[in-house]
């Protein structure tokens, strides 16, 4: 088996916690990337209730997600230091090991980053259903609130009301 020519020491130990980070966190995203596509057949069907409970399922990964990227800037600040002068990345660390752990790493790296694209493209299209969302509710409240404007309401005192509009922040508790 060839050596790296720069191998340094405690460079597997590093490049096999790497893997296994980068292991998790495809895990995570892949979770993420099945719930943003649930939340996108809920949106097409109006289900509010499974709207609801993919977003505390979504809450709850992110939690996970949150904390494997702590672990990832430790871990990355060992590697700074490890790599030196190299920059602190998942290539640069393939570079300073053997195979298979060396394709292992950059397999992985790339089945990561592509999966972050994809999630990051389903969350664009999931943003964009929201906003025409809250701005078609909008434009029916402001339809709403005018008519009452208009229609002369009057309050408990037997006086004409003086309707304010209503926000949809008001409306959603």
């Known amino acids: 088996m060839d050596k790296p020519a720069m191998e340094k020491p405690g460079m597997e130990k590093l490049a096999q916690e790497m893997l296994a980070m ?3 966190t495809k895990t995570a995203h892949e979770r993420l990337l099945a719930m943003a596509n649930l939340k996108l057949d809920a949106m097409r069907t109006c289900n509010v209730d499974e709207l609801l409970s993919i977003a505390e ?4 990964e992110l939690l996970t997600v949150e904390q494997l990227e ?3 800037r430790n871990l990355m600040a060992r590697l700074s230091t490890a790599l030196r002068p190299l920059p602190a990345t998942t290539s640069s660390m393939a570079s300073q090991v053997n195979e298979p752990l060396k394709s292992q790493l950059l397999v992985a790296a790339a ?3 592509t999966l972050v694209e994809q999630l990051a493209r389903v969350n664009r299209v999931t943003s964009k259903i929201s906003l025409a ?4 509710a909008a434009k029916v409240l402001k339809v709403i609130t005018g008519i009452a404007q208009q229609a ?3 309050g408990r005192t037997g006086r004409k009301a003086a ?3 209503v926000h949809l922040l008001d409306i959603a508790g």
Not at 133 to 136: A, D, E, K, L
């Open 22 to 24: 980068l292991r998790a």
């Open 57 to 60: 399922r979504e809450r709850q």
């Open 70 to 72: 702590l672990s990832r």
């Open 111 to 113: 089945e990561l980053r």
């Open 133 to 136: 969302v809250v701005h078609s």
């Open 152 to 154: 002369g309401l009057y």
């Open 163 to 165: 309707v304010q509009g």
